[in-house]
């Protein structure tokens, strides 16, 4: 007798991972293939799409190979880093590398969205112009490579690309079109006056079909690669936060989710957007029919204690030792006291995110002397970090959304320190999830949503949900971590007006 299952593709920003799942919600084989980041310029942040499709060939051969005898793939389905503007000419080759979410070259294309079609992305998206939205990554080739721009036959996302490679057909869901500043996310549909109106292609923009919706079948050339049968369904799919969404459980309206990943996301399913907090968080469809979800996004989160474990330990990048040298300091980081001796970090490294959203900010340590105690350094960082998630998570209720539910998961749930760190400054109580690789189940639910293994991607999503261990957060350091959180706020002020400020100078305004 077979085992049916279904598999997920996600398409992270350093890595693929592909993941089988059985009809009950259990991964039974998974394997993961990373691909490079390329910085030609400052500020340039690019992928070659060929290196995401040669990963997902030997990741998915992988998996395969990894298989139980009995089992069998009935469909499969993507999930894939957002707003990554990917154009492709009429072969469907790409005409140049990806222009991921982090690349800020369009600050220009940026600012003049910013002045004169901030009201009108609001009404359309929730959101306002960021450098992170896909709409001034495309002005930007346009006005600075029309030779590239008139090349190009469509647009789609890094999901979408592999899906094309898999099927031979083109097209996007309304979860990463909506990432692009110039999709309506209520009609679920491209807003084509408002593409012209920036003088853009309205042909560039490819069908964009429900995440549920068939999208084709694995053909013959792929299967000899990859060793999935020709035939098989191929649906949609979704963004990976969407997919996100559905691994962790926020499909329920009152369940918030913290990710503590190398940047943090805090997600929650929200019934519309809100013009109050707009620019402060991000609203986008969710991979559910009709759902939005609203997404705080916070990019020094595990990146900001691993920079600083580096920077500390002379490290170029960290191996399995120095995370086992990492838990053994968190031992001598529980006796530090709230505050960690007077230190503050403020956790910008890459500029701020929401609720700022403020490229100009930098990062600051505030306090130091001349004592060089490791364990306090780390502390703080991970303080300035848990403050600015509870910006995000404040955002949050400036909207009426309060959570019934928090759940914590990602990698850096995992040290002790902090997680116990972020229900104190939260002043609530928190569960760890146990579920990992929650966009890659995402994108395995899709599937087997699509193929008929399971009935709605709220009921798979209730059962991927692993609830681990209860963190209450203690009322005493609570109330410390009140006054301090003020102390960084204020600080935080002063030193954004520097830097703006600063800014201005060196640019001559």
């Keep these: 007798m077979t085992m049916s299952a279904v598999m997920g593709i996600d398409l992270g920003t350093t890595s693929v991972k592909c993941l ?40 998915v051969r992988e998996c395969l190979s990894a298989l139980p005898e009995d089992a069998f793939i009935e469909a499969v389905s993507l999930s894939g880093h957002m707003s990554a503007l990917t154009l492709l000419d009429e072969c469907g080759s790409p005409v140049m ?44 080739v346009r006005d600075q490579r029309p030779d590239l721009y008139r090349k190009a036959d469509k647009l789609v996302f890094p999901k979408d690309y592999v899906r094309f490679r898999l099927t031979g057909r083109l097209g996007t869901d309304p979860t990463d079109a909506g990432n692009s500043l110039l999709f309506d996310v209520r009609r679920r549909e491209w807003n084509e006056t408002f593409i012209r109106d920036l003088g853009l292609r309205v042909d560039l923009f490819p069908e964009a079909a429900d995440s549920l919706s068939a999208a084709g079948t694995i053909t013959s050339e792929v299967s000899v690669l990859t060793g999935l049968p020709a035939g098989t369904p191929v649906f949609t799919g979704a963004a990976d936060i969407a997919c996100t969404q559905i691994g962790t459980g926020t499909l329920e309206a009152d369940i918030m989710a913290i990710t503590l990943s190398t940047s943090a996301q805090i997600i929650m399913r929200v019934p ?37 474990y580096e920077l ?11 995370y086992e040298r990492l838990d053994r300091l968190s031992e001598r980081m529980k006796q530090i006291p709230c505050g960690s001796g007077g230190l503050l970090f403020l956790p910008f490294l890459v500029g701020s995110s929401t609720p700022y959203f403020d490229p100009r900010d930098r990062a600051a340590w505030i306090g130091l002397t001349h004592h060089r105690d490791k364990a306090l350094l780390l ?13 995000n998570v404040e955002a949050f209720a400036a909207m009426g959304q309060v959570p019934r539910r928090i759940y914590l998961g990602g990698g850096g749930s995992r040290n002790p320190v902090w997680r116990q760190m972020i229900a104190d400054v939260l002043g609530r109580e928190m569960v760890l999830l146990q579920t990992s690789d929650a966009s890659a189940l995402g994108a395995a639910a899709i599937a087997g949503v699509g193929a008929g293994l399971f009935d709605s991607l709220e009921s798979i999503s209730r059962e991927l949900v692993r609830e681990g261990e209860r963190l209450d957060s203690d009322g005493e350091r609570h109330r410390r971590y009140n006054v301090l959180y003020e102390k960084y706020r204020k600080v935080y002020r002063s030193l954004h007006e520097y830097y703006t ?3 201005s100078e060196l640019l001559g305004e």
């Design 379 to 391: 502390h703080s960082i991970m303080e300035g970090i848990a403050f600015n998630i509870r910006e």
């Design 272 to 308: 519309d957007t809100h013009v109050g907090v707009a620019g402060q968080v991000t609203f986008h469809p969710s991979a559910a029919a009709a759902a939005m979800y609203a997404m705080g996004s916070v990019f020094t989160g595990g990146l900001g204690v691993q920079w600083g």
């Design 97 to 140: 590398p990806a222009i991921l979410i982090a690349d800020t070259r369009s600050e220009q294309q940026t600012r003049y969205l910013m002045k004169h079609y901030r009201d009108r992305t609001i009404a359309l998206t929730g959101n306002v112009p960021l450098d992170a939205f896909t709409a001034p990554k495309l002005m930007w």
């Design 20 to 59: 089988a799942m059985d009809r009950n919600g259990k991964r039974i084989a998974s394997a993961s293939h990373s691909y490079p980041i390329q910085s030609p310029h400052t500020g340039w942040v690019e992928q070659r799409p060929e290196d995401w499709w040669a990963a997902v060939v030997k990741s």
């Design 312 to 322: 500390l330990f002379d490290r170029d990048s960290m191996n399995a030792g120095d």
């Design 501 to 503: 400020e600063l800014d």
